[in-house]
């Protein structure tokens, strides 16, 4: 028998979650360009995404699956619009704004309240990271070069999703799409 504290060498360590909102497919194949063409290639190891929430304990899988699937059955795909660029300091994001897909991440915050990480536990800027961790002169260089050829425009969020945490790399646990009816 072994002792409690005894780690299982074979066992894969448990993986904190991610729970992200997913794009249209044509903005999201846009995101994934800017991505592959601005993102350090040794980094660039997720699809684009819209971070919602960074690191739920991995104990809790089960119960946010259950409460993702639920949110997307009830809810109608959240309207959102794509506004300009956003300044990450050594970065540059797309700049999304959508108070309803915020409704959607604070009913799922509140589930789990009391198990958020500090940075969870606030509001986030809704955006989509499409260059990270670069020299301050070269964000501000493609926040320039972008900042003139991005227009605004409104679009809906297809689905929820949950991911796994393993070492820098996502691993899929469950993706919703929202179907729910728009209110009238």
């Not at 809790?60 to 795909?77: C, K, N, Q, S, T």
């Not at 800027?125 to 964000?139: G, I, S, Y």
Request: some cysteine; overall charge positive.
């Amino acid at each position: 028998m072994r002792a409690l504290d005894e780690v299982d060498e074979a066992q894969p360590a448990a993986a904190a979650l991610v729970v992200t909102a997913e794009l249209p497919q044509p903005l999201q194949a846009r995101a994934e360009g800017l991505r592959r063409a601005h993102y350090p290639a040794t980094r660039n190891r997720v699809p684009a995404h819209v971070t919602l929430l960074r690191a739920l304990p991995p104990r809790v899988e089960h119960e946010a699956r259950g409460l993702l699937a639920a949110l997307a059955a009830e809810l109608p795909p959240p309207p959102a619009r794509l506004t300009g660029i956003m300044d990450l300091g050594t970065g540059t994001a797309l700049a999304i704004e959508s108070p309803a897909l915020l409704d959607c991440r604070e009913m799922i915050a509140a589930r789990f309240h009391g198990m958020l990480t500090l940075q969870d536990e606030a509001a986030p800027r809704l955006h989509v990271t499409v260059q990270n961790k670069v020299a301050r002169a070269e964000a501000k260089a493609l926040q320039a070069m972008l900042g003139g050829d991005l227009q605004a425009e409104r679009f809906t969020f297809a689905a929820l999703a949950l991911h796994r945490y393993r070492a820098g790399l996502w691993e899929p646990a469950g993706r919703w799409p929202f179907r729910g009816r728009a209110r009238r």
